[in-house]
């Protein structure tokens, strides 16, 4: 069974970092990629970051120069270091994987495993 966990969300003032943790049991990240989501309570979910099987990262311009994905040579863990943050990147964020190597890497509907989510809160 395939299982995604997040965790290391919170509350920070603008300018300030997080970084958010994936554990993943019974996927083998090696075969695809794996990335982050995030979605604001009404509106739709959107890729903030994906970390391919040979270590390529792909970003939105939204994300691009402040956030950075990274994975654990076991790729068991997956991370999300983000720095600078601003009020609008206040979302619950989710790790995901795909079930085959995805078109587009950005597109969430692209991705078949989700964790639970981790909430980020940025206050000006």
């Known amino acids: 069974q395939i299982q995604l966990a997040e965790s290391g969300g919170g509350s920070v003032r603008s300018g300030g970092s997080l970084r958010l943790s994936c554990e993943t049991s019974?996927?083998?990240?090696?075969?695809?990629?794996m990335g982050w989501f995030r979605q604001v309570p009404g509106k739709e979910l959107g890729g903030v970051a994906i970390i391919d099987r040979d270590g390529t990262t792909t970003y939105p311009d939204s994300t691009k120069g402040r956030f950075s994905i990274s994975q654990d040579n076991a790729k068991t863990m997956l991370w999300l270091q983000m720095n600078n943050l601003q009020p609008e990147d206040t979302a619950m964020y989710y790790c995901?994987?795909?079930?085959?190597?995805?078109?587009?890497?950005?597109?969430?509907?692209?991705?078949?495993?989700w964790g639970q989510g981790t909430q980020v809160t940025v206050s000006s």
């Open positions: 019974g996927y083998t990240t090696t075969a695809y990629c």
């Open positions: 995901a994987a795909p079930q085959r190597p995805p078109l587009y890497l950005l597109s969430p509907q692209q991705y078949h495993y």
